[in-house]
């Protein structure tokens, strides 16, 4: 595997010519449309697990695109680097090692001390990204990306959002999506749960606007920074500039009372003002599906700053697995040591990209006196982002929770329906996942499985399907996949079905509307099941009773994952564009080693079973 450059990747520039260097980064000089067919490009490659793009001849813009950068496990490590896993990795363990502090112990540790002095801010009076200024805000000239055929417009999808606290100053950058409405303005997808979100309530409680930056660009460690799950009030900055290696370059601003990112290649200078809001959206996220239009505030655009030879950066999201899951588990083994610090009954913790992360997490936990397990499920589903974690699967058993199959199993021959299964109605839901009642709202479930095993786990069907039902696969040892009526068909029959004598002895048991797609691959699986689901209204079982105000399920458990009537469309790509760049493809690539793939499946195998 390519190693990291041991300088600091400090901008976009530096990162691409460390990809040209690794052969991960391929220049299409042909003109593309940023409408749709550019984002069609990045899926056909990122489904093949081909290279970043640049784009030098966008259609209708003088600016280059870069996208597909995080793309492969590769890339993400060139952009990060072992640097921070290691240093996080030296944090957790001198956390006990150096308790009590002793001057020896001290010294020993000097190496790692000193790493933290490079840790922080540093303040210039210019930078790179104030090298030029438009004469007046044209986000038009920005070649704004329309990824998929339903989208509401063009978007930023990489923007990092800075904002300080109207209350006490403290910092927030993050990466929300924002829609162009015209030259000067856009909307600011600020989701519950966010720290730019409540840094414009607290500014809206006093009836003030709110400054905001929106840099594009600038050192990858930025955008990690900014989607990484950090408490309320730790400054994302700071984790960047650890991710860096360096002091983060911070540039005065001229047209606003916060700083800049100083090596990024665009800088947008505006405000949201209290109370107003437009619609945005749809938008196909990266759940899979469009999420859908609804109010949100409106970022007001005063000034643009950006490199003379500025490059725009772009994402694409969609059906897993794309660029934001490699992202995903990178951020994700850079947290792992530091699970057990702030959650000490925790030892490991993993949240599944092939669901949009927030739909399904698993954790290893401890289980030294009887159901201390739900104690750390409080404890993750009280924790910062983590609490829109929408079904959590807890073991006490060490193992690779990336290989969901396998621990699927191990739940399930330790899983004792009667007391292991909880769900929790009437809370907070991540805002792109519509399988609730109403936006923002649904319900969570925890399912255990601890102590020794069991039960037998079946592993083959036998005979045939129940009434009504058809086509059952297995997907592992007790768990299956069954068809039967759409839920617009018969949406009682998920209730029926559960009841069914032929499926008793499945722990497990998930009615889907396309069984052989759900099994052909374990992201098939969790795709298809958890993003498909809620568990309030679509968790089922053979028999239930209340005893001590507590539901007790007897088995199977069956899982209603068909898609509903009002849950949102699931992203296709425009048949026109499709066979556009497919046509042009030799055009687009003439080296004929760039292979195509299949942009509506991505890393989903089709369905087969018809």
């Known amino acids: 595997m390519p190693v990291a450059s041991a300088k600091p990747i400090r901008d976009l520039r530096r990162f691409l010519e460390l990809l040209r260097a690794h052969g991960e980064l391929i220049q299409i000089d042909a003109p593309v449309d940023p409408n749709l067919e550019l984002a069609e490009i990045h899926r056909r490659i990122a489904a093949a697990d081909g290279p970043a793009l640049l784009f030098r001849n966008v259609i209708g813009s003088r600016f280059p695109v870069a996208s597909n950068l995080f793309g492969t496990t590769t890339r993400a490590e060139l952009a990060f680097g072992r640097r921070p896993l290691n240093f996080v990795e030296d944090a957790a363990r001198l956390a006990h090692e150096l308790m009590p502090p002793t001057p020896g112990r001290l010294w020993q540790a000097r190496d790692f001390l000193l790493q933290g002095l490079r840790v922080g801010l540093r303040r210039r009076r210019r930078g790179p990204v104030l090298e030029q200024r438009m004469p007046a805000p044209r986000l038009t000239e920005i070649p704004l990306t329309t990824s998929w055929p339903e989208d509401g417009g063009p978007f930023l999808t990489l923007p990092l959002v800075y904002t300080e606290s109207p209350a006490d100053g403290r910092h927030n950058l993050g990466i929300y999506r924002m829609q162009r409405f015209d030259d000067a303005s856009a909307g600011m997808h600020w989701q519950i749960g966010k720290g730019g979100g409540f840094h414009y309530a607290e500014a809206e409680a006093r009836g003030v606007a709110l400054p905001v930056n929106v840099f594009l660009g600038g050192p990858p460690a930025l955008i990690l920074a900014a989607i990484a799950p950090l408490p309320e009030g730790v400054g994302e900055l700071l984790l960047g500039s650890l991710l860096l290696g360096e002091r983060l370059a911070l540039a005065r601003n001229p047209a606003g009372p916060l700083p800049l990112a100083a090596e990024a290649e665009f800088a947008l200078v505006g405000h949201v003002a209290p109370r107003e809001r437009r619609p945005e959206g749809p938008f196909g996220d990266h759940y899979g599906y469009y999420s859908l239009r609804h109010d949100y505030p409106v970022f007001r655009c005063d000034a643009v700053f950006h490199r003379k030879d500025a490059i725009y950066p772009a994402t694409v999201v969609g059906k897993p697995r794309q660029e934001d899951y490699y992202i995903g588990e990178y951020l994700q083994r850079l947290l792992a040591p530091l699970f057990p610090l702030v959650m000490p009954a925790v030892r490991d913790l993993w949240s599944y990209g092939e669901t949009g992360f927030h739909s399904l997490a698993a954790a290893v936990v401890r289980e030294r006196y ?99 039902a058809r086509d059952p696969r297995v997907f592992c040892g007790g768990c299956l996949a069954i068809g039967g009526p759409t839920f617009a068909e018969d949406p009682a029959f998920a209730a029926t079905l559960a009841r069914a004598p032929e499926l008793a002895d499945w722990p497990l048991v998930v009615l889907t509307d396309t069984p052989a797609r759900a099994t052909a691959s374990a992201t098939n699986f969790l795709w298809t099941t958890f993003t498909r689901f809620e568990p309030a209204a679509d968790l089922h079982c053979a028999a239930s009773e209340i005893r001590r105000n507590q539901i007790i399920r007897r088995g199977p458990v069956l899982i209603d994952a068909r898609m509903k009537p009002w849950y949102p469309g699931e992203v296709m790509s425009d048949p026109a564009v499709a066979d556009r760049v497919q046509n042009r493809w030799r055009e687009l690539f003439p080296d004929r080693r760039i292979q195509m793939g299949d942009a509506d499946r991505a890393h989903l195998a089709p369905d087969t079973s018809s």
Do not use: C
Request: hydrophobic share 40%; charged share 25%; aromatic share 10%.
């Open 370 to 468: 009887g159901r201390e397990a739900m104690a750390s499920a409080f404890r993750i589903l009280g924790e910062g982002q983590l609490s829109l974690t929408k079904f959590l699967l807890a073991v006490d058993t060490p193992l690779d929770l990336k290989d969901f199959p396998r621990l699927l199993e191990h739940l399930l021959a330790r899983f004792h329906p009667e007391t292991d299964l909880y769900v929790f109605g009437n809370l907070a839901m991540d805002t792109l996942d519509y399988t609730g009642p109403e936006v923002n709202r649904g319900s969570k479930g925890v399912m255990l499985g601890v102590g020794e095993p069991w039960r037998e786990l079946p592993r083959q069907w036998q005979g045939a399907p129940p009434a009504g």
